[in-house]
């Protein structure tokens, strides 16, 4: 746990150093401005060993990048997690994606879906927990002037470079420190990211279907399909 948060730290730290040009005109780092519950959802349940650990692309909008916790639906992170704490506001805030915290109404759909199935087939997250993990690898959110969401793979190149370096190097630390069998990728991205950065030198690598709203695929029942993923990387549920 403690180890977790040493990662989450300096990964906060090599990343807040990095410059992002147009068309990305604000980032948001939540590891910064939502340290405390990012931290808390860490210290609480980023017990070692774990099953499984999934990995997501980066904060959404609506979700960590209000609580700072992984596709941190508000609802499920402060209702079914029992995680509430202060949000700060980011350096440069976007005035059409204020930061609101625990205020937030709007939901993630992404992190609703997650951590719906995670209640649904789970009920506690003590039980979830005890075997599984999520984090995301890379932290920041990217935004257009327009308020758009720019994912962390349609940066330019020489703009990747840096921000991959670091993203791998904290997510090979996390992985160590979490001691999982088997790494799973949220989405082809994050499943490409998570073989580069830990190749053949760490646990078994495998990918579910990612649960955004902008995959017909998952609108059409992203739980059965994740499951069914799941079961066929070797999980038990």
């Not at 410059?19 to 980023?46: D, I, M, Q």
């Not at 650990?53 to 700072?68: C, D, K, L, S």
Request: with cysteine; proline share 9%.
């Amino acid at each position: 746990m403690a180890d977790l948060v040493k990662v989450s730290r300096a990964l906060s730290g090599a990343v807040s150093k990095l410059e992002f040009g147009e068309p990305v005109t604000h980032v948001y780092n939540p590891l910064e401005y939502a340290k405390r519950p990012h931290e808390l959802y860490l210290s609480r349940f980023g017990a070692s060993p774990k099953e499984a650990v999934f990995v997501g692309m980066n904060p959404g909008p609506f979700g960590m990048g209000q609580t700072g916790v992984p596709f941190g639906d508000v609802g499920f992170v402060r209702d079914w997690m029992g995680i509430e704490a202060p949000v700060a506001r980011p350096r440069d805030e976007h005035p059409k994606r204020p930061v609101l915290g625990f205020d937030c109404e709007r939901s993630e759909v992404s992190g609703s879906r997650l951590w719906g199935w995670a209640k649904e087939r789970f009920g506690t997250p003590e039980s979830f927990f005890s075997r599984f993990f999520v984090i995301n690898y890379c932290p920041l959110l990217f935004m257009e002037s327009t308020g758009r969401n720019r994912t962390p793979d349609k940066l330019p190149a020489d703009e990747r470079v840096a921000l991959l370096s670091a993203c791998d190097k904290a997510l090979r630390a996390a992985v160590e420190a979490l001691d999982p069998k088997l790494v799973v990728g949220v989405g082809a991205w994050a499943t490409k990211r998570a073989l580069a950065a830990i190749g053949g030198d760490g646990p078994a690598i495998g990918s579910v279907l990612h649960p955004s709203p902008a995959s017909p695929k998952a609108n059409r029942g992203w739980a059965p399909q994740a499951e069914s993923d799941l079961r066929g990387l070797g999980i038990q549920l």
